[in-house]
Every structure is written in structure tokens, then in C-alpha cells.
């Protein structure tokens, strides 16, 4: 990150923890009442919850940390609220893994904005004479406290994240948090059974209220783990895959980042981002059929060479298409060797018919093997690639799709310059 970018962003989180320290003890001043039964007993489950949540899709971690916060909230006010969600800001796991200093800051910080904001209007429309969870107006609030807290939370870490990555906050927010929604409202549910058995018969109940939370958290965790483990796994045989060439050795991983940046200045969101890198790391896996003899051969390739090769692109497609949340765009395997004029191979296809995936992820698997060295040729340099690039344009490549990658090609020389 430079120096300009990491002083705003530290900037930023000095500022995010300063307001929620501020708020936070502004609150506790006004509400007072602190229960401190009430602060312990879920100040410990909110830990414990909190040291066992799940990593997000991007960054950041989900956790059932907030239908305790809220049950604490409607049970024993603002003030109690505040310090369980702070302790909740404790995680023994980013200490464990040496995380900056300054990711404590922020996490603290918006934790006590976003219970800060939520606890003073709750409590300023809740009526806690009336004593009855259940009456419309109570549940109304429950659920607009709710709201509340979803958006404030999910927006300033998503503004962190847009920051510090560069990414516009709107494509991080609709990638990372706005599916969580339900998993939000099933919280709030929760929250309120915890908070109407506590009433009625006491603290024990906790026990009992607490098991659905764990079990829908433990449910995310490992649908989590699966889709890394299968990640994982797929990863390994790309490399298996590489390894049988020693010329494409990092071959997929470079398309897979080109693709990345191409998919950036076309605007794309960041569900599809991620969708296309996967995609693009596994576009040449349908290479594992091909005999070494023939991908590390260094004179001409025959005729009956070439129909094994022009195989892998159909090899590979019905390999991902069994990939759950990868089938639907599989075919940018099937056709990252199609050409825009209906020249390339396996089915010849042209222009619009080539799903955008797969023209992404012929301009950088192109360039890549450019400036790579094969076999058969030594590679090309960045100003050799580009001039083949352009040439190729409504050729081999899609004009907008191509002139996405010039772009990113004349910011990396512009960088080469200014180094040199």
C-alpha cells in the first residue's frame, strides 16, 4: 500500500475508534444502570462466540456475536450492551496471529459505533415500563434496532475494506454482507426467545436459548471449510497440471490475477470478480489428459498433436461444470480458445456468442504466454506483447475487453519507468 493510501487509512481507523470510544462512553454516562450479572454472564458468551466465528468470502469474519449483543441490549440497556459488544472486540485469535495493532483499533471502534447508534435509539422508543417483549411496538423496534446495527456494522467495515483494497465499497458490501441479511433477522429471532426466556425464569435458560446459535454458526463454519478444502484441492491439481510443464510453471495463477484487474476496469462486482478468478485457475486443467511429450515437445507440433491439445478446453469444462458454484459459468473453460472473428477452437464461435469470462480470459492467458518462454520460442517483452495485442484486436480479441488489458499493460510500463 503507499504511504498516501496508508495514512488515510490509518487516519480513517484512529477516527472510527475515537467516535466509538466517544459515543460509547457518552452512553454509559446517560443510561447508567449497568448490570453486571448481566455484563459476565454475556460478556463470556459473546467472547467465546466471538473467538469461534467464521471467516467471510473476502475478509472479516461472521459470528453470532450480535443476537447476544441485542438480547443484552433489550434485557439490561444501553450501558450493559456497550461493554458486552466491546468485549466481544477481543479476539484472542487476531492476537494469536499478530494482527496490526490498528485492526484492534477499528474492530473496537465500530463495534461501540454501530451498538452505540443502535442501543440510543432503541432505548429512546422502547418502553421498558410496559415490561412485555411481545406487543407490536416492542417487536417493531427489535427488528428496526436490528436494521440498524446490520447496516452501520456491514457499512464501515466495508468502507475499511473498500480503503485499504482499493474496491468500491458498494461492489465490497453486496459481496461480503448483503447475503447475510437473513442469517441477521434469524439473530434477532434468537435474541428475542433469549431475552423472553430470561425474564421468565432466569439466567439458566441461557443454556438452552444458546444451542440454536451455536449450531447455525457451526453450520456456516463448515459449509466454509468445504468450499476452501474443495478450493484447496482443486488448487493442488492446477499445480499438478503445471508441473507437468515446466514452461507454464504459475501460468494459471498470473491469468487468474490478469483476469482479476481486466474484470475491475470493466466494472464487474465483486461476487463475479471472485467467480472469474476461480475460473481462470482452473482454465487450462483439462491439460491433465495431455501427454508431456507433446506439451513439452519443441519442434513443430503435428496435426495429431494439435487435436489432443484443442481436447483440454472440453476436458476441463466438464471438470468445473461438477464444481457446485462454479457450473454456471464453466463455459468460460469450454471457450477460452475461441477467437472473436470465429477462428479459434473447439466449436469456432465468434463475437457475442463467447460468454465475457472467457474473452477476459483469452486476452491474459494470451498475454501470459507471450511473455513466457516456450519450447517452441523465447518469450516476448511487455512492448512486443502489446503490439500483438493490438493487432489482435477484433481478431483473436474483443475490443473492449482488450483495451481494458492495454490499459493495465501502460500503467505497469508507466510504473516500470518511474521505478527505473
Known amino acids: 500500500m503507499k504511504n498516501n493510501s496508508k495514512r488515510f487509512l490509518l487516519t480513517y481507523i484512529f477516527t472510527i475508534f475515537l467516535l466509538g470510544l466517544s459515543l460509547s462512553s457518552y452512553l ?3 443510561f447508567k444502570n449497568i448490570s453486571v450479572l448481566g455484563a459476565v454472564l454475556f460478556g463470556i458468551l459473546i467472547f467465546a462466540a466471538d473467538n469461534f466465528s467464521v471467516p467471510l468470502p473476502k475478509t472479516g469474519f461472521v459470528s453470532v456475536n450480535f443476537g447476544i449483543s441485542l438480547a443484552s441490549l433489550i ?3 444501553p450501558s450493559t450492551a456497550i461493554i458486552v459488544t466491546f468485549i466481544s472486540s477481543i479476539s484472542l485469535r487476531d492476537i494469536f496471529k499478530k494482527e496490526p495493532y490498528y485492526k484492534h483499533f477499528f474492530n473496537s471502534g465500530q463495534y461501540l459505533i454501530s451498538i452505540g447508534v443502535t442501543s440510543w435509539v432503541f432505548e429512546v422508543m422502547y418502553s421498558r415500563e410496559l415490561d412485555n417483549i411481545f406487543i407490536p411496538k416492542h417487536i417493531g423496534i427489535i427488528f428496526l434496532a436490528a436494521i440498524i446495527f ?9 468502507s475499511v475494506i473498500s480503503i485499504s483494497k482499493n474496491i468500491k465499497i458498494f461492489n465490497v458490501w453486496v459481496f461480503n454482507f448483503a447475503w447475510l441479511l437473513p442469517f441477521h433477522i434469524f ?14 425464569y432466569g439466567p439458566f435458560t441461557l443454556l438452552l436459548t444458546l444451542m440454536p446459535l451455536v449450531i447455525a454458526q457451526y453450520t456456516y463454519m463448515l459449509r466454509t471449510n468445504e468450499r476452501k478444502a474443495l478450493l484447496n484441492s482443486i488448487m493442488h491439481i492446477v499445480k499438478i497440471v503445471e508441473a507437468k510443464d515446466v514452461y507454464t510453471a504459475g501460468h494459471s495463477v498470473r491469468v487468474a490475477e490478469y483476469s482479476e484487474k481486466i474484470a475491475r476496469k470493466l466494472k464487474l462486482n465483486e461476487y463475479d470478480i471472485e467467480i472469474l478468478k476461480n475460473i481462470a485457475n482452473l482454465h487450462d486443467i483439462g491439460k491433465i489428459q495431455i501427454d508431456l511429450s507433446i506439451l513439452n515437445k519443441t519442434e513443430k507440433l503435428t496435426n495429431e498433436d494439435w487435436f489432443e491439445i484443442k ?7 466438464e471438470i468445473v461444470r461438477e464444481i457446485t458454484f462454479l457450473k454456471d ?6 471457450y477460452h480458445h475461441e477467437r472473436y472473428d470465429g477462428s479459434g477452437y473447439p466449436f469456432g464461435i465468434s463475437n457475442e456468442k463467447i460468454p465475457l469470462f472467457a474473452k477476459i480470459i483469452s486476452v491474459a492467458d494470451s498475454y501470459d504466454a507471450m511473455t513466457t518462454d516456450r519450447p517452441y520460442r523465447k518469450a516476448l517483452n511487455i512492448n512486443e ?3 500483438e495485442l493490438e493487432c489482435n ?6 475490443r473492449k475487453v482488450c483495451s481494458k488489458m492495454l490499459e493495465i499493460l501502460f500503467e505497469e510500463l508507466n510504473a516500470m519507468q518511474i521505478q527505473t
Open 150 to 158: 446490520f447496516f452501520v456494522n456491514t457499512f464501515l467495515t466495508a
Open 385 to 387: 506483447a502489446i503490439e
Open 311 to 317: 481436447k483440454h478446453p472440453v476436458v476441463g469444462f
Open 329 to 334: 459459468n464453466a463455459d468460460a473453460v469450454l
Open 187 to 200: 439473530l434477532v429471532v434468537m435474541s428475542i426467545a433469549i431475552s423472553f426466556l430470561y425474564k421468565a
Open 75 to 77: 434485557l439490561f440497556g
Open 28 to 30: 454509559i454516562i446517560r
Open 393 to 398: 484486436i477484433d481478431k483473436q480479441f474483443d
